[in-house]
């Protein structure tokens, strides 16, 4: 019986130590929302504030903007599509204006605003007057932020 304790237990501690790394290894993955409705969609990100003043301070040019709170900095976005060709459309109509841009890609699953994006992404791809897509910019933002803000408050 002796002879048995010393490997089962040296046995337990290295399946403890090997279970402890491999959970751990999987914190530093990137997760995404996994659900049947779910979409990609694209997003304009116009800057990252390291507090909500500056983030203020910084978007007063701009009517209606969305904002995340990630890693304690503030990241605003001030456009939205599911089309890749729309969403370049928008950030060409950014740049003219002189902002600097980036466009991220994030998943969600609302599924009410997915069918409003789409019928917005429709009427941003027929048209190429500024005012328009300036109207359209905004009217998207403002019902992202009725309908999928209400759900996820930042």
Do not use: W
């Not at 897509?133 to 759900?151: D, F, H, P, S, T």
């Amino acid at each position: 019986m002796k002879k048995y304790l010393f490997p089962v237990i040296l046995s337990l501690c290295i399946g403890a130590l090997l279970s402890y790394l491999i959970i751990n290894s999987y914190n530093d993955i990137d997760s995404i929302t996994v659900s049947k409705n779910a979409e990609e969609i694209y997003y304009l990100q116009r800057g990252v504030y390291s507090d909500k003043e500056a983030m203020e301070e910084g978007m007063k040019n701009f009517q209606h903007y969305i904002y995340n709170v990630e890693d304690n900095q503030y990241h605003t976005y001030i456009g939205i599509s599911k089309n890749k060709k729309n969403i370049e459309k928008l950030a060409g109509f950014f740049q003219k204006k002189g902002y600097d841009i980036y466009i991220e890609t994030k998943i969600t699953d609302n599924e009410e605003f997915l069918v409003v994006l789409g019928q917005y992404d429709e009427l941003l791809a027929n048209t190429e007057d500024e005012n328009a897509i300036g109207a359209i910019c905004n009217q998207v933002l403002a019902k992202y932020e009725e309908m999928v803000n209400g759900e996820y408050q930042n």
